[in-house]
C-alpha cells in the first residue's frame, strides 16, 4: 500500500493563495503552484466546504457504535482521557 506524505498549508500561503484567486487563477492553478491538489486549494479557499467537511465527519461517527466511536477519538487525541 502506497504511503502519502502529506504537506501543511501554512497560513501565509493562505494569504497567497486568496490574493491568487482575487487576480483570477483558477483553483487547479493555484493548487499547482504550491505543489497541492486542487481540492485542496478549493477546501483552504472556500469556508462553505469547511464546514461541509466538518459536516461530512459528523455524520460518519454518528454511524458508528459507540465503542468504535470511542477508539477512533482516542486515536485521534491520545492525551485526552476519561472517554
Given at each position: 500500500?502506497?504511503?502519502?506524505?502529506?504537506r501543511?498549508?501554512?497560513?501565509?500561503?493562505?494569504?497567497?493563495?486568496?490574493e491568487l484567486?482575487?487576480?483570477?487563477l483558477?483553483y487547479?492553478?493555484?493548487?499547482?503552484?504550491f505543489?497541492v491538489?486542487?481540492?485542496?486549494?478549493?477546501?483552504?479557499?472556500?469556508?462553505?466546504?469547511k464546514?461541509m467537511?466538518?459536516?461530512?465527519a459528523?455524520?460518519?461517527?454518528?454511524?458508528?457504535?459507540?465503542?468504535?466511536?470511542?477508539?477512533?477519538?482516542?486515536?485521534?487525541a491520545?492525551r485526552?482521557?476519561?472517554?
Amino acid at each position: 500500500m502506497k504511503r502519502y506524505k502529506y504537506r501543511k498549508i501554512k497560513p501565509e500561503d493562505i494569504i497567497i493563495m486568496k490574493e491568487l484567486k482575487k487576480v483570477g487563477l483558477s483553483y487547479k492553478q493555484i493548487g499547482e503552484e504550491f505543489s497541492v491538489n486542487m481540492s485542496t486549494a478549493h477546501y483552504h479557499l472556500s469556508p462553505r466546504e469547511k464546514i461541509m467537511s466538518k459536516k461530512r465527519a459528523h455524520k460518519s461517527l454518528n454511524k458508528m457504535t459507540k465503542k468504535q466511536r470511542r477508539e477512533k477519538i482516542k486515536k485521534a487525541a491520545p492525551r485526552i482521557k476519561n472517554i
